[in-house]
């Protein structure tokens, strides 16, 4: 009997003593749950999430900003492509055109020399044919002498009828002076007739 009740007292010092520490967690989970919902625990959780919230608005910043310069970056690379495929046609343009224009002005070079080297020969070509008129006139207007020089004849332009004495002597035996005449007359056809059939197109 007295071991029954011995063994009752101590299992109810047991449970007196789980409800005290039942109790006193009880009483530390109260402590917790007024001091985190304190006004001070309150206001510092507020300003905790506050910089938080700063901070992650920041990055949003950082972001928008990153990727409008990344926006802007692509842009700009496109118009540099833009404008390097432009000036590259420009380019390529102009290097077309002035070898053009080379090529003009080396075949006007080419036609300037043939026009200065042509009219240098038909200058040299009239001076020698007006060389040639010059003699032929003055051999015209100067009387001849015979070979004998006994006596005088009249000059080219009289007409061999008028005088049959003279026309005998000039055909039947001419000398060293209307040979040469004779000579520079054909020459001097020649050389026109060569000049003509030269220049008739050119000119």
């Known amino acids: 009997m007295n071991e029954k009740y011995l063994d009752y007292l101590i299992l109810k010092h047991k449970i007196d003593q789980i409800r005290l520490s039942n109790l006193k967690s009880v009483e530390n989970i109260k402590k917790l749950y007024h001091h985190c919902f304190n006004s001070k625990l309150q206001s510092v959780i507020k300003l905790l999430f506050l910089e938080k919230f700063t901070q992650i608005e920041l990055l949003l910043k950082k972001f928008e900003k990153k990727k409008n310069l990344e926006i802007l970056a692509a842009a700009i690379s496109s118009a540099n492509k833009q404008n390097n495929d432009n000036f590259h046609n420009q380019y390529r343009s102009l290097v077309i055109e002035n ?87 054909s020459s001097f056809k020649r050389l026109s007739l060569s000049f003509e059939n030269e220049y008739s197109v050119r000119i």
Not at 118 to 136: A, G, S, T, W
Not at 168 to 184: F, G, K, M, V
């Open 99 to 185: 070898n053009s224009l080379k090529e003009r002005l080396m075949k006007l070079r080419n036609l300037k020399h043939q026009v200065e080297t042509f009219n240098q020969i038909k200058v040299e070509k009239i001076r020698y044919l007006i060389k040639n008129i010059q003699f032929v006139e003055t051999l015209n207007q100067s009387p001849i002498v015979n070979s004998d020089h006994s006596s005088l004849l009249s000059p080219i332009t009289d007409s061999p009828r008028s005088d049959p004495t003279i026309s005998q002597r000039r055909y039947s035996s001419p000398s060293i002076d209307n040979l040469e005449l004779t000579q520079s007359s």
